[in-house]
């Protein structure tokens, strides 16, 4: 399983930006996909995610200014981050809770990362 991100950037405060990250492999079944984000001498944190019912869970410090969207038959995840702070500066890693058909062996259940993505906010 390979998780692609793409979409980060430099911004301006106030800006917006476009996340986007695509699942491939052998993947029988995702249950959820999400965002994560780590600035410089911080933990990692949950930014957003988003089940395969639909629903979604936000950190606090995002609640009403980004949005996870996603498309089941893409096996894509979509972060749109609007009133962008400094704050928001960080990586940005895509995180997959999926089921993998492993052939013989059966299903797996597999926790898979991005190779993480660079945003910066900043005038």
């Known amino acids: 399983v390979q998780l692609v991100e793409s979409g980060g950037g430099l911004v301006q405060p106030g800006g917006s930006l476009r996340l986007s990250c695509a699942a491939s492999?052998?993947?029988?079944?995702?249950?959820?996909m999400g965002w994560y984000r780590q600035a410089p001498g911080k933990q990692r944190e949950l930014v957003a995610s988003?089940?395969?019912?639909?629903?979604?869970n936000y950190g606090d410090s995002v609640k009403g200014r980004f949005t996870i969207s996603g498309d089941n038959a893409k096996n894509t995840v979509y972060l749109q981050m609007n009133s962008l702070k400094p704050d928001d500066t960080a990586v940005y890693y895509c995180?997959?809770?999926?089921?993998?058909?492993?052939?013989?062996?059966?299903?797996?259940?597999?926790?898979?990362w991005g190779q993480g993505t660079q945003v910066t906010v900043s005038s």
């Open positions: 492999g052998s993947i029988f079944s995702i249950n959820t």
């Open positions: 988003i089940n395969s019912g639909g629903t979604t």
């Open positions: 995180n997959a809770d999926i089921i993998e058909f492993r052939g013989a062996s059966g299903y797996s259940s597999v926790d898979s």
